[in-house]
């Protein structure tokens, strides 16, 4: 069965700063990974993914994710943190490519203030 | 892009009676849906599988009669909670697939509210 981790519930950052989000993940073949970003009372919007391939992922709204097999860990980055990407963060992974059963991480909250 | 549409957004009823929230494919068919429900401060946790003409298929753990599910269309599923209690009261979240290899697109979900 996968799991995933999000360690921290929330992470602070000042506005201009790089921010990380930080998630590992368990699972028994080839991790399919996903991040998505959840506004208040919003459903998820798809930030990005990694199937295979480079582990530097670029995803939407400057974000970008590492993938590293040896910590099993994919940690979302963003170089410049905007107050507007004050949001709760899902990671989530899956078994098999793109495949129907996504199992989320419990979620951190990111708040940037300017 | 791909859009996934769900209503309603807020719906307050009460305790005993049913619910219908509809999930919709705007621009893309879906053969196949989700429907996740999320818990305050908690993350989502899949219910069940809706497909198009077929029963769902249900999490463990999920009571299908409590939670009927009817996917009708390739764009449109329903999840009914039918004689809804307050431990009901959640945030429903439906997510659909464009194509077979693009990430899953979610609705903007459903409050759910039972007095």
């Known amino acids: 069965a996968q799991s995933v981790a999000q360690p921290e519930d929330q992470v602070n950052v000042a506005e201009g700063n790089p921010l990380t989000v930080k998630c590992t993940y368990s699972v028994s073949g080839n991790p399919y990974l996903f991040w998505y970003v959840q506004y208040p009372n919003r459903g998820l919007q798809f930030l990005l993914k990694?199937?295979?391939?480079?582990?530097l992922v670029k995803g939407s709204y400057g974000f970008e994710a590492e993938f590293n097999k040896s910590q099993t860990s994919f940690h979302l980055k963003k170089p410049s943190a905007l107050v507007s990407d004050s949001a709760l963060y899902f990671c989530?992974?899956?078994?098999?490519?793109?495949?129907?059963?996504?199992?989320f991480g419990a979620g951190t909250i990111l708040r940037v203030k300017s | 892009g791909a859009v996934v549409s769900q209503h309603p957004s807020r719906v307050i009823c009460k305790s005993g009676t049913s619910v219908k929230i509809e999930c919709r494919s705007l621009d893309f068919q879906a053969t196949t849906m989700f429907w996740y429900r999320q818990f305050p401060k908690q993350s989502l946790m899949l219910m069940a599988t809706s497909n198009e003409g077929s029963k769902a298929t249900y999490e463990q753990g999920v009571e299908k009669d409590k939670f009927l599910i009817n996917h009708a269309s390739l764009t449109l599923s329903t999840l009914t909670v039918t004689s809804a209690h307050p431990e009901d009261s959640s945030f429903y979240i439906c997510s659909a697939r464009p194509g077979t290899a693009t990430p899953l697109h979610f609705g903007n979900g459903t409050r759910l509210t039972v007095t």
């Open positions: 990694y199937i295979t391939g480079d582990n």
């Open positions: 989530a992974v899956s078994d098999m490519e793109y495949g129907n059963k996504l199992v």
